[in-house]
């Protein structure tokens, strides 16, 4: 009973902490060390992308060739880990025209779109501007932020809350660089609407959806040597079949173990889009995109290498060029070459099997891409290339069938029977536990 009171005032003290107790906000300091506190991979334009549950956006977002238009997006987002000080992100590199943000903030989210009084700070670029212009093809970082709410990253209260980015677009936008798979409700106001970012309160953003835009990485300060896991993969790892809202992909359920043994010394981003593959497609523009977004080995220098402070992957993908007809050996290659250059920068690579789509009625569950399947889990499991293996495949198929076990079938998201090549929350829970993790770190000590 006691610690119940203790929490529920620690609580109520965070909602109602008054904006003077924020005037001690650290410094600016050039030796800040940078680790990814969340991720999520670009891919579009918008709308080329698989999202989940997505409202009817053609009231918020008309015309997908203008953007939006004198609008003010608010993302809802989760850190990893909290530090006291942050920075953006920002990607305009599936743009065809250049895309200016004049007033970009971050808050604490209370609920909704509802931001914790006085928290909500705002954001500038290129050594104090508070508008920027990005090109297209190109991404910004923005300058570090100060986030004074932050007075301890391993503060309990903090554990789980989300921060929401707040952008106003001047003007068009022209097409998106997006991300589709958000499985988080974000916030938008209608097209000319005018610039509510430094709103607290949601009144002005009646749309949402569950993708989010132009925003791909959020960076918090950490001690040095803090090391990033970056989950690289395709729907299975963004999270189709999981719950909106709910957290509840395997990296996210990965992360809570990892915190549990590790504290705030590790952070975890998710670098999955729905649809990727190893090796295709072959070709991939702004003017020509696919759904699936750039191939794995494509995007790999600006999803994995590029963020801050990554150490190591673990790597699961291969399901959707099996659908491709691509042979187990053609993937297999594409494994080692990856692997070769993340090697090469001194990252740690753990393979992840690829989990069983038996009786799903795509091309990804034919017998064919079932046998290709199984090679590419033997070379998966048994390669020295790797620093270690999850089996993932182990730890969801039921021997009977062959397929995914019957309680991981129901899909999480919307309901229904499911698919049988997503796993739902109770599977990827299964995955996640299947992870070593003092192999992940390295042998590094809890």
Same mark, same amino acid.
């Given at each position: ?217 959020? #960076?918090?300060? =950490?001690?040095?040597? +803090? ?8 729907? &299975?790892? %963004? !999270?189709? *079949? ?125 017998? #064919?891409?079932? =046998?290709?399947?199984? +090679? ?8 020295? &290339?790797? %620093? !270690?293996? *999850? ?56």
């Amino acid at each position: 009973m006691r610690r119940t009171l203790v929490v529920a005032f620690l609580l109520m003290s965070l909602a109602v902490v008054a904006p003077a107790a924020f005037a001690q906000a650290p410094s600016s300091s050039s030796t800040d060390n940078w680790v990814a506190a969340w991720a999520a991979s670009a891919h579009g334009p918008y709308p080329s992308g698989n999202a989940v549950a997505q409202p009817e956006l053609r009231f918020a977002l008309p015309s997908p060739a203008d953007g939006v238009v004198d609008q003010t997006l608010r993302l809802i987002v989760k850190p990893d880990r909290w530090g006291a000080r942050t920075r953006l992100r920002l990607s305009n590199v599936f743009g065809t025209e250049p895309v200016t943000f004049d007033d970009v903030r971050v808050g604490l989210q209370s609920s909704a779109g509802h931001l914790v009084h006085g928290t909500n700070q705002r954001v500038t670029f290129e050594g104090g501007q508070t508008h920027v212009t990005i090109a297209a093809g190109t991404s910004i970082v923005s300058d570090p932020v100060a986030l004074p709410f932050v007075t301890d990253a391993a503060r309990p209260l903090l554990d789980g809350r989300n921060l929401a980015v707040s952008l106003h677009v001047a003007g068009a936008s022209g097409p998106m660089t997006w991300h589709a798979k958000a499985m988080t409700t974000s916030y938008l106001t209608a097209p000319h609407a005018g610039a509510h970012a430094g709103d607290e309160d949601d009144r002005a953003f009646p749309f949402t959806t569950t993708s989010w835009f132009f925003l791909d990485a959020v #960076d918090m300060t =950490a001690a040095p040597g +803090t090391p990033l896991v970056v989950c690289f993969g395709d729907s &299975i790892t %963004d !999270g189709t *079949a999981s719950t909106i809202n709910g957290n509840d992909r395997w990296p996210d359920v990965l992360s809570r173990r990892l915190h549990e043994a590790y504290g705030d010394r590790v952070s975890v981003v998710n670098a999955g889009i729905g649809g990727n593959e190893v090796l295709g497609p072959k070709t991939y523009t702004a003017g020509h995109p696919a759904s699936s977004g750039p191939s794995a080995l494509d995007r790999l220098d600006r999803d994995v290498l590029s963020l801050s402070g990554v150490t190591a992957v673990v790597w699961l993908e291969g399901v959707n060029d099996l659908a491709a007809g691509a042979s187990a050996d053609a993937i297999i290659d594409g494994f080692r070459e990856g692997v070769r250059r993340l090697h090469a920068r001194g990252i740690r690579v753990m393979a992840a099997t690829i989990v069983s789509s038996v009786g799903s009625t795509s091309a990804h569950g034919t017998p #064919d891409a079932n =046998a290709r399947r199984q +090679t590419i889990n033997t070379f998966l499991r048994t390669s020295p &290339i790797f %620093d !270690g293996v *999850a089996d993932f495949d182990a730890a969801t198929i039921d021997p009977a069938t062959g397929g995914l076990r019957a309680e991981f079938v129901p899909n999480s998201s919307t309901g229904g029977p499911g698919d049988h090549l997503h796993p739902n929350r109770a599977g990827y829970a299964a995955m996640a536990e299947a992870v070593d993790l003092q192999r992940l770190m390295g042998g590094q000590k809890r």
